[in-house]
């Protein structure tokens, strides 16, 4: 079984859509949570962390559930900008970090 | 400003080379990290380095060998590569380990 394991996309969606991507992992002693975004050919760039309350930046909503190891992320109002692929990442103590595969999002008019 | 700088952008090398990729960070940032990642692929962990001591290797092959010469640096020092080993290596960073991890733009390498 994989660490962490992701929605394997491709989502397609219309513009002004809303999306949800998941992602479960398998260490219930990692620390901390993170989404990034990663465009073709780019870094990853980090878009949220992840807390036990729940966060909100603007149109980006993710949540965190410890009881079942999962995390989500949700896209409301979706921009042709959004279009990327979107990495959850499980990290450890140590740093040591785990993606999951990535699911590749594409937003069009 | 959160900024992670790799050197050099690209990098073609043969089998019998050496060569080294360079990472700088200056946000004082006590962890640094070294992430190869294949297309389509996500980022795979190689290298944990913490307060400038190495804390993790993922069982990397000797042929790929860090340096941390201070705490804002990280070097990887690559000998005798596998075309396989073609890939994006991409630096970060975090305040300490378990931190948020902020990338550089990746040095794109090509084994041939």
């Known amino acids: 079984r994989k660490e962490v394991e992701q929605d394997p996309g491709p989502f397609n969606v219309p513009e002004g859509a809303t999306v949800a991507f998941n992602c479960t992992y398998s260490n219930s002693a990692s620390q901390s949570f993170f989404w990034y975004r990663q465009d073709c050919r780019k870094e990853p760039k980090l878009l949220m962390s992840v807390y036990s309350s729940g966060n909100e930046d603007g149109r980006f909503t993710a949540q965190l559930n410890r009881a079942s190891q999962y995390i989500s992320l949700l896209i409301r109002d979706s921009k042709l900008s959004d279009s990327a692929t979107y990495l959850c990442?499980?990290?450890?103590?140590?740093?040591?970090?785990?993606f999951g595969a990535g699911t590749r999002l594409t937003v069009k008019p | 400003d959160t900024e992670v700088t790799q050197t050099p952008k690209h990098l073609v090398m043969g089998m019998t080379n050496k060569k080294s990729l360079k990472c700088e960070q200056h946000?004082?940032?006590?962890?640094m990290y070294w992430y190869k990642q294949k297309a389509k692929k996500p980022p795979e962990l190689m290298f944990v380095y913490s307060y400038e001591k190495l804390s993790i290797n993922e069982s990397v092959p000797s042929r790929f060998s860090p340096e941390c010469p201070n705490s804002s640096l990280l070097n990887l020092h690559l000998h005798a590569l596998q075309p396989e080993d073609s890939a994006l290596y991409l630096c970060?960073?975090?305040?300490?380990?378990?931190?948020?991890?902020?990338f550089g733009p990746g040095t794109r390498l090509t084994v041939t």
């Open positions: 970060a960073s975090s305040q300490a380990p378990g931190y948020e991890q902020y």
């Open positions: 946000m004082g940032h006590r962890a």
């Open positions: 990442a499980v990290n450890g103590l140590y740093g040591d970090m785990r």
